[in-house]
């Protein structure tokens, strides 16, 4: 699932592509998870220009017009510009501009577009201060790193990026949220988003789609060691994985 990085990336990118150019059609291809009919959608997205596109959360925001359409990728979406023509799978949602489409797809068919989303009050990860991560996570006694991926708590942040966070800051993934030194925590939290942020646009400047984890340092998926040499501890969750090493120092 892409997190809070490669979402970013992609509105920046889109925004490239598709700001200040205006919808001429709309498809929806799958309707079972949308929030509207397709008609009251076409209604309000069709005939109007993109003004911005932006990230919020775990989400990206297309300002059409006087509206939005929210799109979710969840496990499985991705995002496809077509040329006229071009044969994409799995379509989910269609925006069709004068000389390419905007495809919202998935295999999976969970991927989820939704007009006029509800404004959200948790606050997102690279936009919380200091002293509010303080407050929250002394009012949070489950492990640090179910409270980063908690979207009700703080949003963008999903597994891989937790323990990125986690790893940079030598906390171990299973350290109580409210024993964890918070501002330690804090500057690895947006320093690694940052940092993320910035690698993969230089890697990929036109990325709309996918992740890219090149560069990740700890959560390694079939790999033993760290570029430092450190053994990489691996624990299961449930169906979540948290990848450590014995150096990270657990809170209780």
């Known amino acids: 699932m892409p997190e809070l990085p490669d979402l ?7 925004s490239t592509k598709l700001v200040n150019h205006t919808v001429k059609g709309l498809t929806l291809h799958v309707d079972r998870k949308n929030n509207v009919p397709e008609k009251e959608m076409q209604e309000a997205l069709v005939g109007h ?12 925001h ?3 017009g006087d509206s939005v359409l929210g799109l979710h990728l969840m496990l499985h979406g ?9 044969e994409v799978k799995f379509p ?3 925006l069709d501009f004068p000389n390419q489409s905007l495809y919202l797809t998935d295999w999976q068919k969970s991927a989820t577009p939704t007009l006029n ?8 990860a690279l936009t919380i201060t200091q002293d509010q991560f303080t407050e929250l996570l002394g009012k949070k006694k489950s492990d640090i790193k179910t409270v980063l991926l908690d979207q009700k708590s703080i949003r963008g942040i999903g597994n891989a990026y937790a323990d990125e966070i986690l790893y940079d800051a030598a906390i171990a993934p299973h350290s109580l949220a409210n024993k964890v030194p918070a501002d330690k925590l804090y500057k690895s ?3 690694v988003l940052n940092d993320a942020i910035e690698n993969i646009s230089k890697s990929d400047p036109d990325r709309v789609t996918g992740e890219n984890r090149d560069f990740m340092k700890i959560h390694l998926p079939k790999t033993a060691q760290t570029k430092k040499g450190e053994y990489i501890i691996v624990d299961k969750k ?10 990270q120092k657990e809170y209780k």
């Open 62 to 64: 297309f300002k059409i």
């Open 8 to 14: 970013a990336v992609m509105a920046k990118n889109l």
């Open 189 to 191: 939290m947006v320093s």
């Open 78 to 86: 991705e995002l496809k510009v077509a040329e006229p023509g071009e």
């Open 238 to 247: 449930g169906s979540r994985k948290s990848y450590y090493v014995a150096s």
């Open 117 to 124: 989303p509800d404004e959200v009050s948790v606050p997102d």
């Open 49 to 60: 220009k993109v003004k911005s596109i932006q990230r919020e959360g775990k989400e990206l």
């Open 92 to 94: 989910i949602l269609q």
